[in-house]
């Protein structure tokens, strides 16, 4: 059988190619399917509420719960209190705990202002962290916790923090 250099070399090329073109089409329709989910997910704004029942007075110390929905992968949601007037905010040592299936939560319990905060104006707030923001906010508390010492809270929300809702806390 005579052996044709030139076919061989073309039916290879050819089949090659095939078999490298399948493969792209194929990385390309999973890459268009998870930009597609990606884009529903950044379109779709994660909403929640705090349910907690009651009223939210300072000084006390409740368990803040609501629910939320829609929350991005790598998401935690987290309880800050915020003193108004200086729009500083004191973060839950711990996460909140969300229900997988109904989207309720629930956070450790939340005492709201310190000494000498009598006559401040205070609101609780929850967001969604980053995995990042989580470990600053658990340095953060850590670090006010083991050190005895009082520790100015953030002046806002952490880069990256999703606001969720807030609540006002009535005074003493």
Known sequence: ??????????????????ITGGAMYAAQSGNRATDRQNAVQATTKPT?????????K???????????????????????SEQVSSG???????????DDVSGAWTCPDLRVDGIGDVGQDWQVRVALVTAQNAV???AYAIAKE???EQRDGFAGL??????????????E
Do not use: N
């Open 146 to 148: 083991y050190k005895d």
């Open 136 to 138: 600053d906010i658990k």
């Open 58 to 80: 300072a000084g006390d110390k409740f368990r803040l719960s609501g629910w939320i929905k829609d929350v991005p992968e790598g998401y935690a949601l987290w309880a800050f």
């Open 1 to 18: 059988m005579e052996q044709h250099p030139v076919l061989l070399a073309t039916v290879t090329t050819v089949v090659g190619s095939l």
């Open 88 to 98: 500083k905010l004191w973060p839950q040592y711990q996460p909140c705990r969300i």
């Open 48 to 56: 929640g509420k705090i349910t907690t029942p009651g009223i939210l």
């Open 158 to 171: 952490p880069d990256g923090a999703i606001p969720i809702h807030e609540e006002k806390v009535l005074e």
